[in-house]
């Protein structure tokens, strides 16, 4: 598990196999060692807010990126997604919607909630493991957050 103050990717993401298959795109990559992985929608509430089993956290901390599946267990992404985009201590945290639904409603949705991307999950294994890699590199090393 990695130390909750040096998190640079949030992977909020309730399915094994979707999650096996970004952290094998972000270890290709040399991006696995601050990678910190959630369930369901509560639980990455309580990280990113440091409240619940994640209160020892530094709110401060923030990561680098979260990448946020939409259906999820307990609370649903579009959720998760409005209480950071309308938070002052989390707003500017950059979010990528990576999911399975192309509903227009979602998409639509995630952007009005202020979303900074949102991806389709491909359903080919090496396309999938490419578009993580990509936004992952871009997120993690290339763009330049607010301080």
Known sequence: MTNLN???IL???????????TLTALQENNLTNRVHVVNDGAEALEFIFATGIHSQRNIKNIPKVILLDLKLPKVNGLEVL???????????IPVVVLTSS???RDVVGSYN?????YIIKPLDFNKFIDAVAKLSLYWVLVNRPPH
């Open 6 to 8: 040096e998190v640079e």
């Open 11 to 21: 992977l909020v993401e309730d399915n094994p196999y979707d999650v096996e298959l």
């Open 102 to 104: 192309q509903e227009e």
């Open 113 to 117: 909630l202020g979303v900074n991307s």
């Open 82 to 92: 409005r209480k950071i985009k309308s938070d002052e201590r989390t707003k500017m």
